[in-house]
């Protein structure tokens, strides 16, 4: 009886290491990407068999609560602008001189035809605050040793997946790849990440590719061209009146 206590004991230990020991894996990788704020110059590529389309932008984000992201290229798209506060966000077309609210319905649908979602871009969800995370058995990708981490939403919070897997390298805590899984366990899209390098800083992945599980023959690339962090941004820099004005 004496041994049963202790094994349980030494199971409920190790089970409580092991969950905190996962979040503080992705809190790391979290804090690493976005910093206290940050600013940075993107590229995306819509990749399709018979086609390609580029759109270059302009992002600002402070903590995970706020973000900008403005579209400079090309000259049909130029101008239009996303917003985030908290749990709501806005998209701003100069074209029809209006602010769209977008609802929570929509997070799930197609950024600007690629592939990455709403979520995906504005980063409505937090992967720290709104899932929990289990270790599970390590990996290795393309010779890089890497932790693989499961992600399951909490109950009632605002996120757009089923369930997430997470790859990160043990040494620099960067994420290799990323699978997405729809409420029915059904593989939705892969994010493969690389091109590491020093940037604002850091050494961080900066080309990241999302692709389609149901089309791999499609895949939209996005390539950080400038990134710096802990810039000097205010909570009222992120707002509607701002949408409108920012260049």
Request: aromatic share 8%; glycine share 4%.
């Amino acid at each position: 009886m004496k041994k049963l206590l202790i094994f349980t004991i030494l199971t409920i230990v190790s089970f409580r290491t092991t969950a905190q020991t996962a979040t503080e894996i992705i809190r790391k990788v979290e804090d690493k990407m976005r910093g206290n704020s940050n600013e940075s110059v993107m590229k995306m590529t819509i990749v399709r068999p018979e086609w390609k389309r580029e759109i270059t932008m302009k992002a600002w984000a402070l903590g995970t609560e706020y973000s900008l992201i403005l579209i400079t290229a090309p000259a049909r798209d130029k101008g239009q602008a996303f917003l985030k506060r908290e749990n709501e966000m806005w998209n701003w077309q100069p074209s029809i001189d209006r602010v769209i609210k977008l609802p929570p319905s929509m997070m799930m649908q197609s950024w600007m035809g690629s592939d990455f979602t709403n979520d995906d871009l504005v980063k409505e969800s937090s992967i720290t605050r709104d899932y929990t995370h289990a270790l599970k058995a390590d990996s290795t990708i393309n010779g890089t040793s890497v932790y693989r981490i499961e992600l399951i939403p909490k109950p009632e919070a605002p996120v757009v997946w089923g369930r997430i897997v997470a790859f990160i390298d043990k040494k620099e805590f960067n994420q290799v790849l990323v699978h997405y899984y729809d409420e029915d366990d059904i593989l939705v899209n892969a994010l493969v990440l690389s091109d590491v390098r020093t940037i604002g800083g850091k050494r961080l992945p900066t080309r990241m590719e999302m692709i389609p599980a149901e089309n791999p023959k499609h895949k939209t690339i996005v390539e950080y061209l400038d990134l710096k962090f802990d810039v000097p941004l205010k909570e009222d820099f992120f707002s509607l009146q701002n949408l409108k004005r920012i260049r």
